[in-house]
C-alpha cells in the first residue's frame, strides 16, 4: 500500500485558474488536499526560480495553472509562462528531475470541474512517481 502523500505547490494565475479553483471550493467539490495554492496576478509572473525554490523546499510536484490561450489579462503573459515552462523541463530533466513532476495547464474561471480534475491528476502522477529523490 501506498501511503505517500505528496506535496504540490500550485502557482494559480488570479483571474482565470484560482477563480476557478475558488468556484470548486464554493461548489464543495472534492479533490486531494496536497496542492498548497499560491496566487498570482498572471503564470507570466512565475519566475522559474519560484519553481526550483519549491523543489527545494520540499515539494514533490509543481503545476502552473494559466488563463486558456488569448484569455490571458496582460496579453501574452501565459505564452511566456509555457514558453519558460518548455526551458524549464529541459533544466529539470538535466537534475534527475522528471518532466512530470512539473506541469503546466490552463483553467478558466467557469472550469472548476476541470480545475478538480487536473489536480486529481497530478497527485495520482507524482504519487505513481514516489517522493522526489534529493541530494543531501
Ligand atoms: S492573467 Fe491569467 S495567465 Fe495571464
Known sequence: ????????????CNWCSYAGADKAGTAQSIYPPNVNIIKVMCSGRVDPQFIMKAFEKGADGVIILACHPGDCHYKEGNFRAIQRHQLLLKLLGQL??????????????????????IIKDMVSIIKELGPIKRSS
Open 1 to 12: 500500500m501506498n501511503n505517500f502523500e505528496p506535496k504540490i505547490v500550485g502557482f494559480l
Open 96 to 117: 534527475g528531475i522528471e518532466k512530470e513532476r512539473c506541469r503546466f495547464d490552463y483553467v478558466s474561471a467557469g472550469e472548476s470541474e476541470r480545475f478538480v480534475l
